[in-house]
């Protein structure tokens, strides 16, 4: 069950990239002095990473520190002066975070950047999880516009697809592949290569047709019981809180009760 509050929209319209920052403006405003926060990683994130710098400096939230969910978020953060603690040292308050997609219930499709296994980890040790994301993230149900990925270990990663790929079997519109990346060659040129995790894993990227219909915790269970897998990109009841900025420059502010 969700509620929602408005902003009112700043002078013209914003472009998404505004529209991520506004979000991601909104939800720094819940931090407080003293705070250890999940640091999320992506293009969302990264603007809350900017403005907690900003704070930090000008002295308004003494004693804040993190705990980043990729090496990509952990130099951002200290590049703009946000202290960082271990996982294991830390006791999370609030975690900040983006995500691909939010559907009505706050589950959320989360890694396609390829850092779910550590988000999954430091935004589920916190006591809160703010996700921020632009209107356009906002799904009928997940698997709705794009991959839900999977990480899992480069041994046997081709046998692994499919044992995946056999779960959904005879699924209408389903498939599942090896994400690649492409690295250069030299003066041969470019080649394919498994894209690595900074846990030095592989992602399968799992399509649906029409999003995931099904009991999404049966689904996750079946997942995580395939030997190989890691983890999956499905964050189910974990955000507590969903911040939104919307085409006309509102943000909706959607809580779990």
Not at 71 to 86: M, N, S, W
Not at 116 to 137: C, P, T
Not at 212 to 237: A, K, Y
């Amino acid at each position: 069950m969700v509620s929602a509050a408005a902003s009112p929209p700043p002078s013209g319209k914003p472009t998404q990239d505004e529209l991520k920052r506004l979000a991601a403006h909104r939800a720094v405003e819940l931090v407080e002095p003293c705070m250890t926060l999940g640091l999320g990683t992506g293009s969302t994130a990264a603007h809350a990473l900017d403005r907690l710098g900003d704070l930090l400096r000008a002295g308004a939230l003494p004693g804040v520190s993190g705990v980043p969910t990729s090496l990509k978020t952990e130099a951002h953060a200290a590049r703009v002066g946000i202290p960082l603690l271990p996982l294991d040292a830390a006791s999370i308050a609030l975690s900040i975070d983006g995500a691909d997609e939010v559907d009505p219930d706050l589950n959320l499709v989360k890694g396609r950047g390829g850092s779910l296994l550590r988000e999954k980890m430091v935004e589920g040790a916190g006591a809160r999880f703010a996700v921020i994301v632009d209107e356009s993230k906002l799904v009928p149900r997940l698997g709705c516009t794009g991959a839900v990925p999977v990480e899992v270990v480069p041994f046997g990663a081709p046998h692994t697809l499919g044992l995946i790929r056999g779960l959904f079997h005879g699924l209408p519109g389903f498939h599942a592949r090896l994400r690649t990346t492409t690295v250069p060659e030299g003066e041969q040129g470019s080649e394919q290569q498994p894209f690595v995790t900074d846990n030095g894993n592989y992602i399968v990227e799992m399509f649906f047709d029409g999003g995931i219909r099904g009991d999404l915790r049966d689904i996750s269970d079946r997942l995580l019981r395939i030997t190989g897998v890691v983890e999956h990109g499905m964050f189910l009841g974990m955000a507590t809180v969903a911040i939104v900025a919307k085409k006309d420059g509102t943000v909706a502010v959607m809580e779990r009760k």
